[in-house]
């Protein structure tokens, strides 16, 4: 049985967090290990300057989610594991698209239509203000990246549903003009996975500063979970577990029977000092090594880029084919 083809991209525009972890980062590395699965990671350094015209901070995060991959048991001989800014094929592939991608299917694509939205409600007399052509068309080099290499799932968080149709769209598009080149990939959505509350209460994310970085020194991992936000119920009254976001982290990691023994310690009033600092020795004792791997590896920027390197020339290896296919199509191919 062929292998199925299994891509996943992340954003090089922050630093690693407890949700990345537990939401993508570790049931990507379990899923990479089936024989069935052949497997692409990516770095979306290009999709990044989106939102983020910080050279700095793309660079650092680029380096951090690396290491973070690497950290926490990504194999780079088992997997492809590479920069996208790395692939020219996908931005060659990317132009391709855009030429079969309809406007009035981009004009619906969320992002758009929320800034879009947002202007109208400021009575902005362009509702098109701030809005680049990489907020526009970034549905089309989603589509370049999954497409570059005929993937067959890609799994995704419910808000990228609307964007894997749309690739789909333009794939099926291409080959009913053209000629058939491109498979239909399949949305896989885990309804399973974690999607871990922030130190507020809302999702955990950089766009509300509320995230616990998953490899900040012991420290302030300490201080982190710290600064979870509890109600004022005192230590002895009962407390609601499945209404508190010490318990829900705690809940990403623990096995069942753990989460059963800190829901009766809920019930019998543990206080919320004693409850962080038990959530915090334990992630400490899981991240430990991981954390101690993670400073290795990013003392070593040399590392990280051989491993990027090498990735690359698997995934261009495997992308070059199918451009030429895709050029000979189309026909942008050499003169006999």
Known sequence: MSKQIVLTGITTSGIPHLGNYAGAIRPAIESSLSENVESYFFLADYHSLIKCQDPERVRESSKAIAATWLACGLDPEKVTFYRQSDIPEILELNWVLTCVAAKGLMNRAHAYKAAAAENVEQNSADPDKGVTMGLFS?????????????????????????????????????????????????VVVDESSMILPGLDGRKMSKSYNNTIPLFDTEKKFRKSINKIVTNSLEPGEPKDPDNCTVF?????????????????????????????????????????DKRQKYNGI???PE????????????????AAPLLKKVKNLTGISAIK
């Open 303 to 318: 590392y990280i880029e051989k491993v990027l390197v090498a990735g690359a020339e698997k995934a261009r290896a495997k």
């Open 298 to 300: 990013m003392a070593e």
């Open 248 to 288: 829900t982290i705690y809940s990403a990691f623990a096995n069942k029977a753990e989460i059963e023994a800190m829901r009766l310690r809920y019930k019998e009033g543990i206080g919320w000092g004693e409850a962080k600092k038990h959530v915090f020795e334990y992630l400490n004792d899981i991240l430990g």
């Open 138 to 186: 970034y549905p089309v080099l989603m589509a370049a990246d999954i497409l570059a290499f005929n993937a067959h799932k890609v799994p995704v968080g419910k808000d990228q549903i609307q964007h894997l149709e749309m690739t789909r769209d333009m794939a099926a598009r291409f080959n009913h003009i053209y000629g058939e080149a491109f498979v239909l990939p399949e």
